[in-house]
């Protein structure tokens, strides 16, 4: 005869009881509440600072600003033909520009961050503004072509200083911690002014007989956003 095995007990009842300890675990636990649509937003795009004095007088000349940023680059060649110069020559002007555009903004990062410019970046920034729009003052003043060449150099040059130290004056106002959320803010706001910009602009130089006054209402559009950069400081 074999000898029997010993018959090993089932262990069901240790199962059972960790089964029932792992419900009243999960019972006691309490559910996480699920954030709001406005939360998941506010999460990616911080409204608050709509509070903050320096971001909002910042936003405000920046929205007056690009009303009339844009608008030279549109309309300098159809200046240039109008004072009778060929249509090649006139589209040069914007290639002129551009190059000089090209060189600008790094020469203008460079010096904006340099140690004596650095802590006063936001009256550079002004200072870019003010001088982009004497450029465009100067314009009707442009009767042939030689001197259209000296306006776009010039506009270059002041496109490029204010470009190089848009966002550069941004993070200083707001810190780097709330700097993302501010560029989304910011160039979501901006999208209206520079999409309504150029049309105003063509509606404008509609009623005139000389395109000139157009760039130079550009210069005062500028002088305003100038002041209020100003202020920010």
Same mark, same amino acid.
């Given at each position: 005869?074999?000898?029997?095995?010993?018959?090993?007990?089932?262990?069901t009842?240790?199962?059972? =009881?960790?089964?029932?300890?792992?419900?009243e675990?999960?019972s006691s636990? =309490?559910?996480?509440?699920?954030?709001?649509?406005w939360?998941k937003?506010?999460?990616?795009?911080?409204?608050?600072l709509?509070?903050?004095?320096?971001?909002?007088?910042y936003?405000?000349?920046?929205v007056?600003?690009?009303l009339?940023f844009?608008?030279?680059?549109?309309?300098?060649?159809?200046?240039?033909k109008?004072?009778?110069?060929?249509?090649?020559s006139?589209a040069?002007l914007l290639?002129?520009m551009?190059?000089?555009?090209m060189?600008?903004?790094?020469?203008?990062?460079l010096i904006a961050n340099? =140690?004596?410019?650095?802590?006063?970046?936001?009256y550079?920034?002004?200072?870019?503004?003010m001088?982009n729009?004497?450029c465009?003052?100067?314009c009707p003043?442009?009767?042939?072509?030689?001197?259209?060449?000296?306006?776009?150099?010039?506009?270059?040059?002041?496109f490029g200083s204010?470009s190089?130290?848009?966002?550069?004056?941004l993070?200083d @106002?707001v810190?780097?911690p709330?700097?993302?959320?501010a560029?989304?803010l910011?160039?979501?706001?901006?999208c209206?002014?520079?999409?309504?910009?150029?049309? @105003?602009a063509?509606?404008?130089?509609?009623?005139q007989?000389?395109?000139?006054?157009k760039i130079?209402?550009?210069?005062?559009?500028?002088?305003?956003?100038?002041k209020?950069?100003?202020?920010?400081?």
């Amino acid at each position: 005869m074999r000898p029997l095995k010993p018959l090993i007990p089932k262990q069901t009842t240790s199962k059972s =009881k960790n089964k029932i300890a792992v419900r009243e675990e999960g019972s006691s636990l =309490k559910k996480i509440p699920e954030k709001s649509s406005w939360e998941k937003v506010n999460k990616y795009l911080d409204f608050s600072l709509f509070k903050h004095r320096g971001f909002l007088i910042y936003l405000s000349g920046n929205v007056i600003m690009f009303l009339g940023f844009f608008a030279p680059i549109i309309f300098l060649a159809p200046y240039a033909k109008h004072q009778g110069i060929d249509e090649y020559s006139a589209a040069f002007l914007l290639s002129v520009m551009a190059f000089v555009d090209m060189f600008a903004r790094p020469s203008g990062g460079l010096i904006a961050n340099s =140690k004596y410019i650095r802590p006063r970046i936001q009256y550079f920034f002004s200072l870019a503004i003010m001088f982009n729009g004497v450029c465009h003052l100067l314009c009707p003043l442009a009767q042939n072509y030689p001197s259209l060449v000296v306006y776009a150099v010039f506009f270059g040059l002041g496109f490029g200083s204010v470009s190089s130290v848009l966002f550069e004056t941004l993070m200083d @106002l707001v810190g780097a911690p709330r700097f993302s959320s501010a560029v989304g803010l910011v160039t979501v706001v901006e999208c209206g002014p520079v999409l309504l910009g150029p049309p @105003l602009a063509g509606k404008d130089i509609f009623h005139q007989r000389k395109k000139g006054s157009k760039i130079v209402r550009s210069k005062h559009i500028r002088d305003h956003s100038t002041k209020l950069q100003i202020c920010t400081h």
